[in-house]
């Protein structure tokens, strides 16, 4: 993708494809680059420092392939890094942008229901950072916002044993969790990008009048958009349809998760961040 100038996509591991898979649908128009920092995650239970320090190691490299807009599909690194870089950061980069994944969110998840109480499912990181009531508070003040965290459930996913008897119980157990705590709810938001992955599972075994709502969906709408009204930063976009897809972890696992999880074939290259 030398000489050109993808859309960026960023994740500490998998979950943010489901965001980009969204988004080519949307627009297949554009390139795209995607960089999952497999090596170094999980990022949900580390502190916000690093997870600032890792998140703008990795903007920084897909600045450097020629990035000039990059959406961070990774709930723990929006919540965490992604006002940081924009505010302090950004200035060393004039002309480039950073988007997130937890104001689309907010925008328009409140609208989907009808008790205005909704509860975003999400890591132990971005849950304990708030960002999602905050958001709610200014974007849809009317919304009550529950927060369950639910750890175990990204390892399950990159791992694969989601799907065993064994990672069926253990999500099922949080399910159950949730639905007795939060009886008012009516919206479950999945504020973790891997989360998609265990949709129909989730939808199956929670009442048929409670709402999932997924991020991919939502962020695509977002950013089109935000094309659609920055003309500027859409006439930087090269115009291509392709898609590389970076890891700092092992390709030819990345290629064979990312295929198994959600159907992709993906072209895929091992990459060092310093």
Not at 85 to 98: A, E, F, S, T
Not at 147 to 154: E, G, L, N, S
């Amino acid at each position: 993708m030398r000489n050109s100038s993808p859309i960026g996509f960023f994740d500490s591991g998998y979950g943010g494809l489901t965001v980009l898979k969204e988004v080519q649908k949307a627009m297949p128009q554009f390139d795209y680059l995607y960089l999952g920092d497999n090596a170094r995650a999980p990022y949900g239970t580390k502190d916000a420092d690093v997870v600032y320090e890792y998140t703008l190691e990795c903007v920084k490299t897909l600045f450097s392939k020629g990035c000039e807009l990059v959406v961070l599909a990774c709930n723990t690194a929006s919540a965490k890094a992604l006002r940081r870089i924009q505010q302090y950061d950004l200035i060393n980069y004039p002309g480039k942008r950073v988007l997130g994944v937890v104001r689309p969110s907010a925008e328009i998840v409140g609208d989907f229901s009808t008790t205005n109480q909704i509860v975003v499912l999400g890591t132990e990181g971005t849950v304990a950072s708030k960002t999602y009531i905050e958001e709610f508070a200014f974007l849809s003040p009317q919304t009550k916002v529950h927060q369950y965290a639910c750890p175990k459930w990204v390892p399950l996913i990159e791992s694969g044993k989601y799907n065993s008897e064994k990672g069926k119980t253990l999500i099922k157990r949080d399910l159950d969790i949730i639905v007795d705590s939060f009886t008012e709810a009516d919206v479950i938001l999945l504020g973790c990008t891997h989360y998609p992955i265990l949709q129909s599972f989730i939808e199956d075994h929670i009442p048929k009048g409670i709402q999932v709502i997924s991020q991919g969906e939502l962020v695509a709408v977002s950013l089109k958009s935000y094309l659609d009204r920055h003309t500027w930063m859409t006439n930087k976009l090269t115009i291509g349809g392709s898609s590389l897809y970076l890891t700092t972890g092992d390709p030819v696992e990345f290629k064979t998760l990312a295929s198994t999880l959600l159907g992709l074939e993906v072209n895929v290259e091992h990459i060092k961040i310093m």
